[in-house]
């Protein structure tokens, strides 16, 4: 673990940081682990908070009602919108996976393409409906 | 030297728990937001009596916090997974770590609060 290898600590590093050289599955990976964290740090906490003003009294309701009529406040929902669906897809697959379902390479191709378009799909149909 | 093969690293269940309760809690999510996004397609607009009403029915409580509970079980692990992904001072990492769950603790018992307080 801790033991000195002055050669390979030398060696140059590459990192590929554009998202779009990966493959279709990595594509869906990476979206997966942003979407969760994104879901964590600021999703969690919104929910509650609005969960506890729109339960606490009518005019927290109507409140909440006339933040969320804001254009700005539902790009913001569809932003939670998409990252809730596609981890919500993008985790049906792994299950899916999970049991042995798709596992070679051209389903888990095909497969990841069907979780980006989902998410997307659904996003806009949610965007539809509230706009 | 280790000796290599006395050295079992599958022999404790590292990771299997964290493993099966992330695919558990994935499943009552599933289940749940399926259920709900079908009441909200079936009512169309949803006003505060109605709202409140669906709250006060205890079944929907229970369901709503099991909901809540797998979600801070869920994100737990994960978010822990990515800070072992990237968070490579133990110090920090477990500093970040008791953070994430003790925030998730305090969600939880504000979940509570909120959902047999209406």
């Known amino acids: 673990m801790s033991s000195p290898q002055p050669a390979s600590r030398q060696r140059p590093k590459y990192v590929d940081i554009n998202l779009l050289h990966l493959p279709m599955p990595g594509l869906v990976s990476i979206f997966h682990r942003i979407s969760g964290v994104a879901m964590f740090l600021f999703l969690i906490p919104a ?37 809730y669906m596609h981890h ?12 042995h379902v798709g596992v070679a390479l051209e ?3 095909t497969s990841a393409r069907v979780v980006l378009a989902a998410g997307l799909i659904a996003t806009v149909l949610v965007g539809v409906r509230i706009w | 030297m280790v000796n290599a093969a006395k050295k079992i690293p599958v022999g404790a269940h590292y990771g299997w728990k964290d493993w099966l309760a992330q695919r558990v809690t994935a499943v009552i999510m599933l289940l749940f937001s399926i259920a709900i996004i ?16 669906l709250f006060r029915s205890q079944l929907f409580r229970i369901l709503a916090l099991m909901f809540l509970l797998s979600v801070y079980y869920h994100a737990s692990i994960g978010i822990k997974d990515v800070l072992m992904d990237y968070i490579k001072p133990a110090g920090l990492r477990i500093g970040l770590q008791v953070a994430v769950l003790l925030f998730l ?4 018992i504000w979940s509570v609060t909120i959902i047999w307080g209406v």
């Open chain 2, 105 to 108: 603790l305090g969600c939880t």
């Open chain 2, 38 to 53: 079908g009441f909200f397609m079936l009512k169309g607009g949803v006003t505060f009596a109605d709202w409140k009403e």
């Open chain 1, 47 to 83: 929910v509650l908070f609005v969960l506890q003003g729109t339960l606490g009294s009518e005019a927290g309701f109507n409140h909440w009602k006339s933040v969320f009529a804001h254009p700005f406040a539902k790009l913001i929902l569809l932003g939670f919108v998409w990252c």
């Open chain 1, 88 to 99: 919500l897809f993008a985790g049906v697959r792994y299950l899916l996976l999970d049991v």
């Open chain 1, 107 to 109: 389903p888990a191709r």
